[in-house]
């Protein structure tokens, strides 16, 4: 499985399985793009190193999950992003799989049960 794959996987389960209220957000910042386009998205207030997912529930922080899938590693952008997220009392995760994603959430929000698109869930 790609990252983008998985990242697809994670954005269906979490539109079925985030509470009533919650908001999720993919920043696309990764892969290969001209450079012209990356300076005008740096200048804009793109972040390297930002998470793959930003999600908002109903009575909780802030949770940031950052995507990986095989050998890929956080890089050191990534790591000190994280980290600075987790000192300003976000929840922050690095998650190769859906059962990660799931598991992580579950720490900090009720989830609604399994079900989802098609029984997929």
Known sequence: ???AQLQNLVADYLRV???EGSVFHHSPNEGKSHVAHRVKLK???MRTGWP???IFCPD???IFIEL???RNRVTPEQNKTLNNLASLGCVTAVCK???DVRIAISKFVKLKEKGGVNGKF
């Open 17 to 19: 399985a985030l509470p």
């Open 68 to 70: 990986k899938v095989g």
């Open 52 to 54: 793959d997912l930003e």
């Open 97 to 99: 799989s859906l059962d």
């Open 1 to 3: 499985m790609t990252e």
């Open 43 to 45: 200048k804009a207030g």
């Open 60 to 62: 909780t922080k802030p």
